[in-house]
Each structure stands twice: as structure tokens, then as C-alpha cells.
């Protein structure tokens, strides 16, 4: 499956949420989510009520497209939470949040997931001091995540560190901003994980 590149404001309303999918955007008086709250099409105002099957698939799909991730990718990634010991949902989300191009938007680096995709593609991070182009490269605990010292004066990146205070940076990370780094401390508990999402539901979507 091809990745979305729709307008991604109809995915917030497709949701009924916002998924904070088009950054500083999400938090000001132009959000389409808050202007339209109801789903796109010409039905969009009467939501039908769901099946079980549909609830399970709606949460699958929040969640995939808050990462932005393909299907295929997606469903790797919950084949290897299943694999790990402990609590297939918790792992799963904790996979997600390890995704390099995540930490850079959870840093404060980006404004957005998409945003910091594109920015680790090209080339802007170093981990640990290396070069890393690869968006889902999992970060580990005691990894560094460095800005590029020639991409410092990037304003994409400057503009989204400025920006950061609205949503701040979750307790398992640690933002040195004057030295355009961040250390990636621990693993996320799950109450530590700010995602809106009933992740067992999607595990009894995959286990069906």
C-alpha cells in the first residue's frame, strides 16, 4: 500500500480528533478539525455507529496514520511486539516511539512526523555521532540524537525548537537545546506515552 499523500487534515476528521498531523498548524485557529468537525464527504455530518470490527480497524487506522506509517510497515511492527516478552500493546507502542524520525519530532526537532521524516532522509541527524539517513531506525537507551552542525541554522528546525514549549518533550527523552541534541534516556512506560489510542483493541484487530 502507497503512502497517503492526501490532505492529511481529512484524515483528523476522518478520526473525529485531531492528529496533530500538519504541526504548528494543529494548534491555531486554522485547523480544519476545528472548523469541521465531522467526517469529509457528503455524509460526514451523520456518523454511522460502529461494528466491533469497525471500532478495532478506526483505532488501527488512528494510529497508523499518527505515525504515518504504510500498512505493511504497521503491521511489522506489531509482528515483532508480538514476538518480544510483556504486553503485546505496550511493546508495540514502545517500537513506535523508538522510530528515529519520531524522536527527532518528540525532541522538538520537527513540527511534525512527515516533517521530521523528510529531515532524516536527507541527512540533517547524527545518533551517537554517525550519520543516520534511515526514518525507522530504533533508538535505544543512551543513544544521542545530534543535530548536523551545518544544518544548525536550518530555520525548519529552529522554527519547530521554537515552537516546542506548546506540546514539550516527553520525560524518557532529554533536549539539550543550546547544543542541538537529545538524549534518548530510557524506554516509555506506557502512562508516559501521550497517544490517545486503546492499543489492545488493534491487538485483537491483528489477532482475528
Excluded at 524518557?172 to 524506554?187: A, C, D, I, M, S
Amino acid at each position: 500500500m502507497a503512502r497517503y499523500t492526501g490532505p492529511v487534515c481529512r484524515l483528523c476528521r476522518r478520526e473525529n480528533m485531531k492528529l496533530y498531523l500538519k504541526g504548528d498548524r494543529c494548534y491555531s485557529d486554522k485547523c480544519a478539525y476545528e472548523r469541521r468537525n465531522y467526517a469529509p464527504g457528503q455524509h460526514g455530518k451523520t456518523r454511522a455507529k460502529l461494528s466491533d470490527y469497525g471500532l478495532r480497524l478506526r483505532e488501527k487506522q488512528k494510529l497508523r496514520r499518527i505515525y504515518e506509517l504504510t500498512e505493511t510497515q504497521f503491521k511489522k511492527y506489531f509482528k515483532e511486539a508480538e514476538r518480544q516478552k510483556g504486553i503485546t500493546g505496550t511493546n508495540f507502542l514502545i517500537l513506535l516511539e523508538r522510530r528515529l524520525d519520531n524522536v527527532v519530532y518528540r525532541l522538538g526537532f520537527a513540527q511534525s512526523r512527515a516533517q521530521a521524516r523528510q529531515l532524516v532522509r536527507h541527512g540533517h541527524f547524527l545518533v551517537n555521532g554517525k550519520s543516520v539517513d534511515i526514518p525507522s531506525y530504533l533508538v535505544k537507551p543512551g543513544d544521542t540524537v545530534t543535530v548536523r552542525e551545518k544544518s544548525r541554522n536550518l530555520a525548519v528546525i529552529n522554527e519547530a525548537l521554537e515552537a516546542l514549549p506548546r506540546r514539550g518533550v516527553p520525560p524518557w527523552l532529554e533536549l539539550r537545546k543550546e547544543q542541538y541534541e537529545g538524549v534518548f534516556k530510557t524506554f516509555p512506560t506506557r502512562e508516559e506515552i501521550d497517544i490517545p489510542v486503546q492499543e489492545q483493541l488493534i491487538v485483537e484487530f491483528y489477532s482475528k
